[in-house]
């Protein structure tokens, strides 16, 4: 058997994965500072950081949290929210969301497709399907997994109500 050489590997986990994320210094001051005042930002308060995909910050943020050992987010009272985001951005505990994605019936018809032919895309096709659609590429993702849930809620429900049935049957004989 032939084994792999380091650049094959190097290459194969490229399609899988986005690239590094590189912060500048000052990028990087700016991020430990918020970090500090904050160690749960919500979506706005990433979006206002500076220019970058805020994604790519929510995943610095994991990291930093893992890293310096926080186990969850602590509790807040609603009126102490330090971000100031539109009501519609507020959820009921006063953290902050990215506003709900509504896709047109195009967009759904083609999510759909991709997904029959496929339920677990790699980042190169989802890339692809977002930039079709016109959606950020964590939208395509998020989309697939909740499809995928949705999936096997349905067919556990099915196989439910089939057990059910044949229970009942049984019962009438």
């Known amino acids: 058997m032939a084994q792999d050489s380091p650049s094959d590997k190097t290459v194969?986990?490229?399609k899988c994965r986005h690239s590094r994320t590189s912060f500048t210094e000052e990028q990087l001051k700016i991020l430990v500072q918020a970090f500090s005042q904050n160690p749960y930002p919500g979506y706005t308060a990433k979006q206002r950081l500076f220019n970058t995909e805020?994604?790519?910050i929510?995943?610095?943020?994991?990291n930093r949290r893992?890293?310096?050992?926080?186990?969850?987010r602590p509790k807040k009272n609603l009126g102490s929210s330090k971000d100031h985001a539109s009501p519609k951005e507020k959820i009921q505990d006063g953290r902050d969301r990215r506003c709900r994605?509504?896709?047109s019936s195009s967009q759904l018809q083609t999510l759909k497709n991709a997904f029959t032919e496929n339920p677990y895309l790699g980042i190169d096709?989802?890339?692809q399907l977002a930039e079709e659609i016109g959606v950020p590429e964590s939208r395509v993702?998020?989309?697939f997994?909740?499809?995928?849930s949705r999936l096997r809620i349905q067919r556990k429900r099915g196989l439910e109500e089939a057990s059910d049935q044949r229970q009942n049957q049984g019962q009438d004989l």
Not at 66 to 72: Q, T
């Open 12 to 14: 194969a986990t490229k």
């Open 54 to 56: 805020e994604s790519r």
């Open 58 to 62: 929510q995943i610095w943020f994991q």
């Open 66 to 72: 893992a890293r310096h050992g926080f186990l969850e």
């Open 101 to 103: 994605t509504s896709y």
């Open 125 to 127: 096709s989802r890339e």
């Open 141 to 143: 993702q998020i989309w």
């Open 145 to 148: 997994q909740n499809r995928r």
